[in-house]
């Protein structure tokens, strides 16, 4: 028999955790119950109204009851606690899972005991996951074996601790109250999502026209590499038509040229403090992760090369570029604990760090956030500084928290100003893109949660025009 509580599935999981029955129990915690609560109260009173009363009447009627009371309460906690150890508790679950998925933590309770047993369950969940906590009534008949399943929401990556179970059980006449812990500890892998990454690679594999809104070209362009013959169409290069296929079909044939395969290809991905910001379902640095990861998928499949820097005020991890789907997982595998820092975001150095490693002339896409004049000043000046030899693209993901500032009508004393804020925070904004697309760096300005789908285009379009 299968419960769960309100709102919760109960789907089945994989993986095992940590049974639980120790012969004491863990951390116990003895608290009257609403029986004992009520007849101490009723006791009291009479014990007040027993004031009026000779002392020889009232002292041993009064005495008899709370005698009774305790020595009914401590029978009561004993026979509590016996029917308590033969409760233990399993936990099952996932140990990988990827994020955007539920994990699905499913309990088993084994009760060996002689009498039912009234039970409130509380598990420590991860604190990463939704919901953070929850409870649930439990009731168990002698010799019963329960399931109860919990479905956590996994909107982030990381490790999702599961911890122990705490319990509480009720007598049977509700005098008495004992808590316990039960260890159950359980650990979720939670990694970035790459399934569309593989989805994408397989529909270009296929020749498939219906990749998830992405472009599936083969990289022709103005490359010199031969690709293909095809017949002419109008506004062809008359100096790309094969004059012998043309002699031998008796019509115009024109030749296919495709981009030079490997590249370089570097993402820059920043995890400062701004990066920490919700934005749908997840954070800034959720959504450029699985943003980096595709282009990634997309460059390894076109035969180029990819590599990976990460930073706030330090560079924290780097991947030089290398070519094959190896790297795709490498990558993913650096990716999948990073989480935001406080930090402060150091672009001149992070830049620096690049300039003494890329020797080849690169794509290095910028995925970040920028804030305050001192941090853009420093952007700017490592952006362009890096222009000169390699192609830029930045990134520059929105906060949605300013948007709602704007969108949401405030009557509040302070909501002119809050607004006016913003407004001078959107025009630097523009002001600095402005100037970076100036000096010849590629911008996408969009919201984190559509930076995908423009930043592999944009790779797709740079690539096809052979910028590199």
């Known amino acids: 028999m299968t419960e769960a509580p309100s709102s919760e599935s109960a789907p089945e999981a994989d993986g095992a955790g940590e049974a639980s029955g120790p012969p004491d129990l863990r951390d116990p915690c003895w608290m009257p119950g609403k029986g004992a609560v009520t007849a101490a109260g009723v006791l009291a009173g009479a014990s007040a109204a027993a004031l009026w009363l000779p002392a020889s009447i009232a002292a041993p009627v009064l005495g008899a009851g709370w005698a009774v009371l305790v020595v009914a309460a401590v029978a009561a906690g004993r026979r509590l606690r016996r029917e308590c150890r033969a409760v233990s508790v399993r936990l099952d679950g996932p140990t990988a899972s990827t994020r955007g998925e539920s994990l699905p933590a499913r309990y088993t309770f084994v009760y060996d005991g002689a009498a039912p047993l009234r039970l409130v369950f509380r598990p420590i969940l991860p604190e990463l996951g939704e919901p953070r906590a929850q409870t649930a009534p439990l009731r168990l008949a002698p010799g019963e074996t329960r399931e109860l399943t919990l479905e956590i929401q996994a909107n982030v990556r990381g490790d999702y601790h599961f911890g122990d179970v705490y319990l509480r059980a009720t007598d049977a ?20 999502d790459i399934r569309r990454v593989r989805e994408f690679l397989n ?26 013959l095809r017949d002419y169409e109008y506004g062809d290069d008359i100096r790309r038509i094969d004059w012998k296929a043309t002699a031998k079909h008796s019509r115009l044939i024109t030749r296919n040229y495709e981009i030079e395969h490997f590249r370089n ?24 992760i699985d943003a980096a990861l595709m282009v990634a998928g997309a460059a390894l499949g076109s035969g180029d090369q990819c590599g990976l820097l990460v930073f706030d005020h330090d560079v924290t991890a780097y991947l030089p570029p290398k070519g094959g789907l190896r790297q795709l997982t490498a990558m993913a595998s650096v ?3 990073i989480q935001p820092t406080l930090a402060e975001s150091h672009f001149r150095r992070a830049f620096m760090y690049l300039q003494t490693r890329l020797t080849k002339r690169s794509l290095i896409l910028l995925i970040g956030d920028i804030a305050d004049s001192q941090a853009s000043q420093a952007l700017v000046t490592g952006a362009l500084t890096l222009g000169r030899r390699h192609l830029m693209v930045m990134s520059a993901l929105r906060t949605p928290e300013l948007e709602a500032i704007l969108a949401t009508p405030d009557k509040a004393p302070v909501g002119p100003y809050r607004k006016a804020v913003v407004y001078r925070l959107r025009r630097e904004r523009r002001e600095l893109l402005g100037r970076l697309q100036k000096g010849g760096v590629h911008i996408l300005d969009v919201h984190p949660e559509d930076l995908t789908v423009p930043a592999v285009n944009k790779y797709v379009e740079l690539r096809e025009m052979n910028l590199l």
């Open 203 to 228: 529909a270009r594999g296929a020749a498939m026209p219906n990749a998830p809104h992405v472009r599936t070209s083969r990289f022709r362009g103005m490359g010199n590499d031969f690709e293909s």
């Open 173 to 192: 006449l509700g005098l008495v109250r004992l808590q316990w812990r039960a260890p159950a500890g359980h650990l979720c892998a939670v990694q970035p």
């Open 265 to 288: 290809i570097m993402i820059v991905l920043d995890r400062g403090r701004l990066m920490g910001a919700e934005a749908g379902n997840g954070t800034k640095l959720d959504h450029a």
């Open 335 to 337: 990716l999948a604990p």
